[in-house]
């Protein structure tokens, strides 16, 4: 009788919802009594098969070059509007075939559009044969990994990153298991991600950044390069799935307009949105006072906070009621006195984190030092403020974390590194090396979102995010694993279990 082998295939988990996890140690032997690690995943309650395809897709996808990335979603645009213009014309074309042209000169621009519409044809298919075959299968790719995306929002609202963490998290336990199974003697390995819990701070330390996911071009196109977007930054606030966009006007100043959407995938489809202007029209005249300047701004707790249009004032828009509150901020400098380095009119700029709320911005006296104020939220005074040795042009843009202020600097053209770090709690500064890789460019805006842990970029018109990882606390106190007959035995059990050699391990 072979002693009895006992395994623990570890299972816990799971914060997401729509996901049951077994909560505890599965005991679990095959036919040979050897043992197995497996870990069940419900599909009745979330697709989980999409998950790999997508993970997949993304994979393959965050292989290729981020100039290829670039073309085909310029491509993509490029066609969007080619078909737009080809539905028009061939209803123009319709339009005479049924009433005649009315005189020389209409049917002379009839003609020139056709020409026109025939060189930008000519024009496209080039460009799309030159791109090469491997193109076109991106493209696909691309808009495969949208429908995935789409499909799996329905089942678990902005949650599937945060599953896809969680599997991510599963298949290293079951490395772990598998590793313990060959060599019963080791222990817990210490690498690996951990999840803390939303919004709040307790050993929360950053170790790296994600690669980024470009989750779509700005709804006013590739020429508006700056701008700012995210979600609700409040911990606790009321409708942590809205998502808002604001991108500046070309000038790279003005904060004219802006867009809310509900959901994700609305966010994903331009569907449903809620378009306010900031400007009004008064007396003949545009008025920019309730504008905003530069792409400092963010949504925390029901309202917009952002530098006021030409001024050293901080405005605050609730957008419950419409209703502009502003406050100058004493010693600071505006007017793109000291903006970051390649941002222009950033003067000003907020954060929102577990602690609350922030205004990174710099002073005449401290010679463009960035200084960091906590804000209240509700008398727009600042409560506390700390003066930092870094000189604010040197940095591109900064985040808060936790009442620690990040600083980013431009490394390559593809490239951001994060280089400095200032820690309110302890009131003391030092340098970091965490590389993030971007678009192109300089990121014209970054923030933190405590309640989904991601960084939101608004880079060179597109609307990117990135998974911040911390560093991980074991999960697992022990491991009971005593022996194994065959080290290499591993087997999956029914359709829906995964196994560590179905996932390579990022
Ligand atoms: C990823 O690329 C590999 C090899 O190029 C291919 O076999 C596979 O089907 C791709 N996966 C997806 C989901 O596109
Ligand atoms: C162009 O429109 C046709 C139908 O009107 C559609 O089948 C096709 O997918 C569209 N192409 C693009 C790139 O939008
Ligand atoms: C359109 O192109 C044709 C030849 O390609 C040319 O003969 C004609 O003059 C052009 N028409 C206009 C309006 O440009
Ligand atoms: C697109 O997704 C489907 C599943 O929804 C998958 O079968 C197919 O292989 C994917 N195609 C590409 C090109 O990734
Ligand atoms: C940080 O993340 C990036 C992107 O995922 C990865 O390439 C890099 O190896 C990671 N660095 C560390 C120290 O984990
Ligand atoms: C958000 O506003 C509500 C009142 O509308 C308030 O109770 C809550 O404390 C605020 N949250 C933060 C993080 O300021």
Request: charged share 25%; hydrophobic share 35%.
């Amino acid at each position: 009788m072979f002693g009895l082998l006992l395994c623990l295939a570890v299972a816990y988990l799971v914060a997401a919802d729509q996901i049951i996890f077994h909560d505890g140690p599965i005991e679990s032997y095959d036919e040979d009594n050897k043992c197995i690690c497996s870990i069940e995943l419900p599909d009745t309650t979330f697709p989980s098969h999409l998950m790999v395809i997508l993970e997949n897709a993304y994979k393959n996808l965050t292989g290729i070059s981020e100039e290829e990335a670039l073309k085909v979603m310029k491509l993509q645009t490029d066609l969007a509007a080619f078909n737009e213009t080809m539905k028009k014309l061939t209803a123009t074309v319709e339009k005479i075939e049924m009433e005649g042209v009315k005189d020389d000169e209409a049917y002379k621009d009839i003609l020139e559009k056709i020409n026109n519409t025939k060189r930008w044809a000519r024009d496209l298919s080039q460009a799309l044969s030159e791109a090469g075959v491997g193109i076109a299968a991106l493209s696909d790719q691309v808009s495969n990994i949208s429908s995935i995306v789409w499909e799996l929002e329905k089942f678990d609202d902005n949650k599937v990153l945060l599953t896809h963490r969680e599997i991510a998290s599963l298949k290293k336990q079951l490395a772990d298991c598998e590793d313990s199974l060959r060599n019963p003697n080791s222990g817990l390995s210490a690498s690996g991600n951990w999840t803390p819990e939303f919004g709040k701070c307790d050993n929360k330390v950053m170790l790296n950044i994600s690669k980024p996911l470009i989750v779509k071009l700005n709804w006013r196109g590739l020429s508006y390069k700056f701008g700012a977007w995210g979600k609700d930054f409040a911990v606790g606030n009321k409708n942590p799935d809205k998502y808002w966009v604001a991108p500046l006007n070309t000038d790279e100043r003005l904060l004219e307009t802006y867009r809310i959407y509900n959901s994700y995938s609305e966010l994903l489809l331009y569907k449903n949105q809620i378009e306010k202007t900031l400007s009004q029209f008064v007396g003949f005249t545009w008025n920019y006072i309730n504008c905003g300047q530069g792409s400092g701004t963010i949504l925390y707790n029901g309202s917009f906070y952002y530098n006021c249009y030409n001024s050293r004032n901080l405005c605050k828009l609730d957008l419950a009621t419409n209703k502009v509150q502003r406050k100058v901020v004493e010693d600071a400098v505006f007017n793109n006195w000291y903006s970051y380095n390649g941002v222009n009119w950033q003067d000003f700029d907020f954060s929102g984190d577990e602690n609350g709320l922030w205004i990174i911005y710099s002073s005449e006296k401290s010679k463009g030092k960035i200084k960091i104020g906590q804000l209240d939220p509700n008398t727009l005074t600042i409560v506390k403020s700390w003066q930092t040795s870094l000189y604010k042009p040197k940095a591109t843009g900064t985040f808060m974390i936790c009442g620690v202020m990040y600083a980013l600097m431009r490394e390559s053209d593809h490239k951001e590194k994060i280089f400095y770090k200032y820690d309110t709690n302890t009131a003391t500064e030092g340098t970091m090396d965490i590389i993030l890789e971007k678009l192109t460019g300089t990121p014209q805006s970054i923030n933190y979102n405590p309640n989904d842990h991601k960084l939101y970029m608004y880079n060179d018109g597109y609307l990117v995010s990135y998974d911040v990882i911390f560093r991980r606390v074991p999960l697992f106190q022990k491991r009971s694993v005593v022996s194994v007959e065959e080290p290499d035995t591993f087997a999956v059990v029914g359709k829906n279990h995964f196994s560590s050699r179905d996932f390579a391990i990022a």
